[in-house]
C-alpha cells in the first residue's frame, strides 16, 4: 500500500488549501484514513481522521470548524480541506491509514499502518 498526499504550499492567513492523499494497492474503502501534521521542533500530531472506514469524523480542537475530512473511495483518494488557515497550522501534513483501527485510538499516529511522504504548507501572516 502506498499513499501519496500532494497539495501543499504557501498561503496567507485567512486563506484554503485542499491536501489530497492517494493511495494505491489493497482495498481504499477498507482503509481507515487520517491526517497528521508535524511543525519544526514538535511532535506529529493528529489533525481529523475517520473513526471507521467510512464512518464519523473526528477532529482536533485547533482545526474544528475550519477543516474538513473527506473521501473518495471511486477515486481511492482521501481530502483535507483547510479554510481559515493560520500561521500556527504550518507544518509538513501527512495522510495515514490503515485496515483496522479501534475508534478511541483514531488520533494516535501509531495506529497506522501505512504512512505517506507529506506535504508543506505554510502559512504566512
Known amino acids: 500500500v502506498q499513499l501519496q498526499a500532494s497539495g501543499g504550499g504557501l498561503v496567507q492567513a485567512g486563506g484554503s488549501l485542499r491536501l489530497s492523499c492517494a493511495v494505491s494497492?489493497?482495498?481504499?474503502?477498507?482503509?481507515?484514513m487520517g491526517w497528521f501534521r508535524q511543525a519544526p521542533g514538535k511532535e506529529r500530531e493528529f489533525v481529523a481522521g475517520f473513526r471507521k472506514s467510512g464512518g464519523n469524523t473526528l477532529y482536533a480542537d485547533s482545526v474544528e470548524g475550519r477543516f474538513t475530512i473527506s473521501r473518495d473511495n471511486a477515486k481511492k483518494t482521501a481530502y483535507l480541506q483547510m479554510n481559515n488557515l493560520r500561521p500556527e497550522d504550518t507544518a509538513v501534513y501527512y495522510c495515514?491509514?490503515?485496515?483496522?483501527?479501534?475508534?478511541?485510538?483514531?488520533?494516535?499516529?501509531?495506529?497506522?499502518?501505512?504512512w505517506g511522504q507529506g506535504t508543506l504548507v505554510t502559512v504566512s501572516s
Open positions: 495515514a491509514a490503515s485496515r483496522t483501527i479501534i475508534s478511541s485510538s483514531v488520533g494516535l499516529p501509531s495506529s497506522y499502518a501505512y
Open positions: 494497492g489493497g482495498t481504499f474503502r477498507e482503509y481507515v
